[in-house]
């Protein structure tokens, strides 16, 4: 009995609601969609555009925290004939699967394409560690079978549908749960796997499959409207306010703007709280903010209100190293200068860096001037190189490193000529000017001190 209930606590949750990763977009709602004139004779003309319209508002009805709203645009004449459900941007419904597109065995499919238009990141619900990425819907067609006989709602409730007969309003409930983004409760795999074992699961209008002459999954359960709340419930993201730069040199002011969907900001009682990710915290709903520590930071808000649709709620929104704040670039930790060098053969010396990286992106250009008598004898855009001077001699060197907080140029001199000069170092004064009117930037000679 223990190891039963061990059991029970501990089995990953992988089969509750899933999406498909594509949802519409609000700012396209409604959401327009058509029928083909290919009809089926199980049903009668207006019935079946009318059963369709049930459904796909079936997801607003039962789940009426989600914002959704799609709107029946009319009938696509002879647009079968061309052919199948294709990503035309229109987004059409066959009934007796005109194309013969469906496998023999599938009772309806849904044919979903995504934009490129990056919608969202969710953590996944089920496992913390995985992040799961969502893009906008750009077409989304549904093909119902010519092997199977639909029944209404009505015929389904008087007990007239039989045999391998199916209530057109689940199957088309279940499918428009496609075309909105929701994937299978339980796949087929899950259930065979024994991994599917939780009743809200199975009677899921997502679960992968249904009874005969069923209206069961006409209305969603909890684990429907859970899923679909998740895609279209209140929904809150942010970005910077227009003209403001989120990467820079310390101190680094960045302004944010709030962007909510499906919340009621008038309500009065909407919680927002910001994690600048730095420590610090607001609730203002645009804050500004100043970073002056170096780093990068994830940016974070928890929305939190009550609504008369969704009750209370709450919604996280993150975006993972969202502000970059900079210095100027420096050299690392234990090192004096910016670089150093070793004789490698002839007159070729191996460069070394010795900037900080600790903060990713803070250095993103470098270049290495090599001067003789104040005269650029070649430039090098690499951040180690190997640099062969050619001939003996003394030769000023620059490292230019830049990034989003600013610019540092480092020089030295070097005596090419004999494995016995390859580690001295001299500050170099020569190019003082020309590495500053090279780069165009005015930037300071920091000198190297000797470690
Ligand atoms: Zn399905």
Known sequence: MNALIFLALTAPQAHAWQHTGMLWNRDVFPVPWYMSDHETKDLSSDYQVDVLDTSINAWERDAPCSELSAEYMGVRKGHWKSGSSSSDLLNTMYYDDPAGQNADEAIGVTYSMPSSDFAFEMRDPYDPTVTNFYYYTSDSDIVFSANYTFYTTDDVDQGLCQGNGYSIEAIATHEFGHFWGMDHSCGQDDVEAGDCNDPDWI????????????????????????GITALYGPFATFDVAKGVDKFGGVPLEVCFQLETKGVDEAGGDLVIEWNFGDGTSSSDSDPCHTYTEKGQYTVSITVTGTSDSCGEYSYDYRKPAFVLACEAPQPAVDFDGMFSYEWVEGNTYQMLNQADLTVYGCVDQVQWDVFKDNVLQQSVNAWAPKIDFGAPGKYDIVLNLGGPGGVTAEGLTLTVGGEGTGCSAAPASASVGLFGLLLGLGAALRRRRKA
């Open 203 to 226: 009677s899921a209008t997502m679960f992968w499959t249904g009874p005969n002459c069923s209206n069961e999954a006409n209305s969603l359960n909890s684990d429907d409207i859970q």
